[in-house]
């Protein structure tokens, strides 16, 4: 019980953080230098960790799917049928979604953390600024900016890289595989994928802001914030993965 209650505590400290965030909604606007800055960090500085990860994954999904239907009476173009929608639905969300959550998430969390504890935060109040809004709607501002042309660039990615592994390693041509993916493509595949990708944006950059105006307690008590950030970033992704497949598929 005492777990729960704990757990209760955390969401509703987080509830009241976003409310107090989203409080200021109205200074957007007044923000946009301050978005556009936060879109060029959170998104195109990590673009090419993000496209490396995507390219490995198109990679493996297409080596291991036609290693599993090299016993099945199907044409090569099956490769391209089962493997892009995958991609579109699952992988290229999923995998930039954990990737970014290390890598912004903990950005994020180190960032604010340290003007936590070092009172730079409580400066920003005594001024009269809305701290929260001031430090965290541009932000999430960035996150919707960046995060629907982080999963375009991922899945271009993944999709061409998948066709040159299968080709390269003599499991289908490429032509073969484009032919299977277009067969079967759907749109709205790559639109729940974006939205996926967008819903994992915002879970990250929301608890990384929270976690990092939680620290306390000096150097340490940054680094275990930065830490709660990336833990509990990946675990509601997973969380929001699920919901979503429920609820848009």
Known sequence: ?????GQLHQLGDYGLFMAKAFSAIGDTWSYRRLAFQQAVRIGF????????AS????????VQTAYQLQNVILSSDAVGTIVVPTLMLEMCAL?????????????????LGTMKVTEQIDALEAMGINSVGYLVLPRVAGTILMF??????ATVVAVIAGGMAGEYL?????????RGARAYFLPFD????????LAFGLVITTVSCWKGFSASGGA???GRGTTEAVVTSCVNILIVDYILAELLL
Not at 45 to 52: F, R
Not at 55 to 62: L, Y
Not at 190 to 197: P, Q, S, T
């Open 95 to 111: 995998v930039p979604g954990l990737v970014m959550a290390s890598r912004v998430g903990a950005s994020i969390a180190a960032e």
């Open 1 to 5: 019980m005492k777990g729960i209650a």
């Open 170 to 178: 003599n499991y289908l041509s490429f032509e073969s595989y484009i």
């Open 220 to 222: 340490d008590g940054v």
């Open 190 to 197: 790559a639109f729940y994928g974006m939205i996926k990708l």
């Open 148 to 153: 629907p042309a982080l999963f375009i660039a």
């Open 45 to 52: 500085n990590a673009l090419p960790v993000v496209m490396l």
């Open 55 to 62: 390219a490995f994954a198109g990679v493996v999904t297409t």
